[in-house]
């Protein structure tokens, strides 16, 4: 049986990312194909230079319309970085070393989360953006295999991302993303 609504391509090695963008974008009948294409990233704190790059690499190489997304964390200790960095940081430092530079350590422990989706449909390139305030706690809580969720706790929430499970995606910046995303395939 064919699918009859609207189908997009989802470049990304994140399988989380995948799952979350499939639960939102289904709710709009939007089906979310995945493609696990390995796209080499430019190291930049600029996330819109860092999405079209990834963008225009992907569909180079697979030459169909598609997105991309990128989130980051924006510390306003550090002036807004990590920001396209993120990956870098989370990395390098894990959660518990995170949480306590950032959770504990830093005199200002607000961020905000931000999500850059990026969408060529073969001849435009295409930006949705979408943020969540929130601080960074001092002790990571929650399960710890979807990268800062154990350490990102909204504002407004007394829990971390990790520990809202589906909750989450009612309140994400990928949600407020993934709806403007969905608002616009919606209206072509």
């Given at each position: 049986?064919?699918?009859?609504?609207?189908?997009?391509?989802?470049?990304?090695?994140?399988?989380?990312?995948?799952?979350?963008?499939?639960?939102?974008?289904?709710?709009?009948?939007?089906?979310?194909?995945?493609?696990?294409l390995k796209i080499e990233e430019l190291q930049t704190t600029d996330t819109r230079k860092l999405v079209q790059d990834k963008l225009l690499k992907a569909y180079n190489q697979i030459g169909r319309e598609l997105f991309v997304e990128h989130t980051g964390l924006c510390l306003n200790h550090l002036g807004g970085l990590p920001g396209g960095l993120t990956q870098i940081f989370w990395?390098?430092?894990?959660?518990?070393?995170?949480?306590?530079?950032?959770?504990?350590?830093?005199?200002?422990?607000?961020?905000?989360?931000?999500?850059?989706?990026?969408?060529?449909?073969?001849?435009r390139l295409h930006e949705f953006e979408g943020e969540t305030i929130g601080t960074i706690v001092g002790v990571p809580r929650g399960p710890r295999d979807f990268q800062w969720d154990c350490v990102f706790q909204p504002a407004g929430h007394d829990q971390t991302f990790a520990e809202m499970e589906a909750k989450k995606n009612q309140i994400s910046m990928r949600r407020a993303a993934l709806d403007k995303f969905a608002t616009f395939l919606a209206r072509r």
């Open positions: 049986m064919a699918y009859s609504g609207i189908e997009v391509r989802f470049v990304t090695s994140n399988r989380y990312k995948v799952v979350e963008a499939q639960e939102i974008l289904g709710a709009a009948n939007i089906r979310v194909v995945e493609s696990t990395d390098a430092l894990q959660a518990d070393r995170f949480s306590q530079l950032f959770g504990q350590l830093a005199p200002d422990t607000s961020v905000i989360a931000r999500t850059t989706i990026a969408y060529c449909d073969g001849q």
